[in-house]
Structures are given as C-alpha cells and as structure tokens.
C-alpha cells in the first residue's frame, strides 16, 4: 500500500520559518514525482510546488517562488518544504502527493497518492 504522511506543521508568526516533512513508504517513490499542495479554509486545493524523480527539477508556484524550497532524499524516501519568510495567507492544510507524471506543472489532476495533511497556521 502506497503510503504518504506529512509532519513538522504548526504554528508559527509572520516571517518565520517551518519545514514539512513528506515520507513514504509503501513503493518506490524515487521514479515519482512529489508534490505539495495546501488548501486553506473556504478555498480550493491548490499546487505549491513539485520535484521531479532526481530531484533536478522543480517548480512552485508564483506565490511562493523565492520563499519556499522543495528537496528530497531518496534514500531516505523524504521530500521537504522548507518555508521561509511566512505570511498569514500560507496558513493551510498542507499535503503531499505522488504524480507517476512529470513535474511541468503542479496540476493535482496528474497525482494519485495523497497523505492526510499537516496544519500550518501564520499568524500575523
């Protein structure tokens, strides 16, 4: 069974910093691309940034460019957001996710395996 979980949310002031942790388990996640996406309450799920299988490539989203850094380690079989220079609108849920596709764009449509999310609340 394909399993992601999602740690190191919390709550954190306005400018601060916060990494997310991503570990899976269950499949080989070094040929998948993995991605995160938030959600925030009243608003629809939306991409933050992805990474490729190698981890030579990635993309975030223009809200979060020059903020936010995704890595990996496969061998470790974790991915990480590391989130910096924090504002209130970051506030959401935060999930990771699988995609056997490339990491062209963030689209949730591409990925198949989902982890059940970590809370990050800024506040102001």
């Known amino acids: 069974q394909l399993q992601l979980v999602e740690s190191g949310g919390g709550l954190v002031q306005y400018g601060g910093s916060l990494r997310l942790s991503c570990a899976a388990s269950?499949?080989?996640?070094?040929?998948?691309?993995i991605g995160w996406f938030r959600q925030a309450p009243g608003k629809e799920r939306e991409g933050v940034s992805c990474?490729?299988?190698?981890?030579?490539?990635?993309n975030y989203a223009d809200s979060v460019k020059g903020r936010f850094t995704i890595s990996r380690d496969n061998a470790k079989k974790m991915v990480y957001l590391q989130m910096n220079s924090l504002k209130p609108e970051d506030t959401a849920v935060y999930y990771c996710?699988?995609?056997?596709?490339?990491?062209?764009?963030?689209?949730?449509?591409?990925?198949?395996?989902w982890g059940q999310g970590t809370q990050v609340t800024v506040s102001s």
């Open positions: 990474i490729s299988s190698s981890g030579g490539i990635t």
């Open positions: 269950g499949f080989t996640s070094d040929y998948y691309v």
């Open positions: 996710a699988a995609s056997p596709y490339s990491c062209a764009n963030i689209d949730q449509r591409r990925y198949n395996y």
